[in-house]
Nanobody, 124 residues
Framework: QVQLVESGGGSVQPGGSLRLSCAASGYPYMRRLMGWFRQAPGKEREGVAAICTAGSSTYYADSVKGRFTISQDNAKNTMYLQMNSLKPEDTAMYFC?????????????????WGQGTQVTVSS
């Protein structure tokens, strides 16, 4: 079983930065693919960024390219999302997710394990 715990959310002004963390437990082979998702009120959940933990290949949604960076620290079993140049439209609950399979196809599909989420609010 994989458990995921997010942290690092908060309130920030437009143009500011936040770094989200996702602490993971469980066998590494159960979380070869890890990703960040977000869901704003009244909207569907959307994929933000994903990483193959074995080779560190990454993928980003167009809306965050150049502003967000996904990374991992395998020694700490932790995944990060560095968010820069934040915009009000980035306001959402952010979730981390994991899956045993990283095929490089649809990076945002088929995740089996989910965290509880951390709220990010971007407002002046």
């Amino acid at each position: 079983q994989v458990q995921l715990v997010e942290s690092g959310g908060g309130s920030v002004q437009p143009g500011g930065s936040l770094r989200l963390s996702c602490a993971a437990s469980g066998y590494p082979y159960m979380r070869r693919l890890m990703g960040w998702f977000r869901q704003a009120p009244g909207k569907e959940r959307e994929g933000v960024a994903a990483i193959c933990t074995a080779g560190s290949s990454t993928y980003y949604a167009d809306s965050v390219k150049g502003r967000f960076t996904i990374s991992q620290d395998n020694a700490k079993n932790t995944m990060y999302l560095q968010m820069n140049s934040l915009k009000p439209e980035d306001t959402a609950m952010y979730f981390c997710a994991a899956d045993p399979f990283c095929s490089g196809g649809n990076w945002f599909a088929g995740y089996n394990y989910w965290g509880q989420g951390t709220q990010v609010t971007v407002s002046s």
